[in-house]
């Protein structure tokens, strides 16, 4: 069956350090595709970032980097020289096809509060 | 900015009333779904949609029910809400990457309270 585990539920930083949110899941799929998405203190959900398994090469945007490791099963999170504005809920995900093949459902970590102090 | 609105944004009703949530989508977008947010628990999937009059159940489908008579309108009801179903619960759209990828784009939430 298929997992996202975030095992952190809640990590707390002084501004400008760096933090790493980590997620390890678990699927039986070839093809498979990992996401990140925030949720600010105002609710909404923010799209970060999509991977498939294929493609294990690290990406970095800004002070945000991804890093999958299939080997490990995991896909860990870096905020870089944080920002109280990076202060949210993150999560991860994991997508696989339904029955039909031709769709892609989510199965969602818990999330990992992250707060950034001034 | 993936053109979905939701309504109402907050419900406040009491057990063993009907309601209903809407989600409308701009961009006509095939497949559509319904989450519900809990603390502890993440994102825990509805119902999903994959056309107009098409449905299927997800992990949490139990006491809800959906309907689709039209792209751009996804409906979520509760037909006896219950303690229970007090939550949050967003609707999203998938939409498909020049590479085949589905990435799921979402509302804004409604939170629902029952009394």
């Known amino acids: 069956a298929q997992k996202v585990t975030q095992a952190q539920t809640e990590i707390s930083v002084v501004e400008k350090e760096d933090v790493t949110l980590d997620c390890v899941y678990e699927?039986?799929?070839?093809?498979?595709?990992l996401f990140w998405y925030k949720q600010p203190p105002s609710g909404e959900l923010v799209f970060l970032i999509r991977?498939?398994?294929?493609d294990e090469q690290n990406e970095i945007s800004g002070r945000y980097s991804w890093n999958f490791q299939k080997s490990t099963s995991s896909f860990n999170f870096t905020i870089t020289a944080s920002q109280v504005v990076d202060s949210a809920v993150y999560f991860c995900?994991?997508?696989?096809?339904?029955?039909?093949?031709?769709?892609?459902?989510?199965?969602w970590g818990a999330g990992t509060k992250l707060i950034i102090k001034p | 900015d993936a053109g979905i609105t939701q309504s109402p944004r907050h419900k406040v009703t009491e057990t063993g009333t009907p309601v209903t949530l809407r989600c409308h989508q701009t961009?006509?977008?095939?497949?559509m779904y319904w989450y519900r947010q809990d603390p502890g628990h993440g994102l825990r999937l509805i119902h999903y949609?994959?056309?107009?009059?098409?449905?299927d159940k997800g992990e949490v489908s139990d006491g809800y029910s959906v309907s689709r008579s039209k792209t751009e309108d996804f409906l979520l009801t509760l037909e006896s809400a219950t303690s229970s179903q007090t939550s949050v619960y967003f609707c999203?759209?998938?939409?498909?990457?020049?590479?085949?990828?589905?990435?799921?784009?979402f509302g804004p939430g409604t939170r629902l309270t029952v009394l």
């Open positions: 999203a759209i998938s939409r498909q990457s020049p590479l085949g990828t589905d990435t799921q784009y």
């Open positions: 961009e006509n977008h095939r497949y």
């Open positions: 949609s994959y056309g107009v009059k098409d449905t």
């Open positions: 699927t039986r799929d070839t093809t498979y595709y």
């Open positions: 991977r498939n398994s294929f």
């Open positions: 995900a994991l997508s696989e096809a339904d029955t039909q093949g031709s769709n892609y459902q989510l199965i």
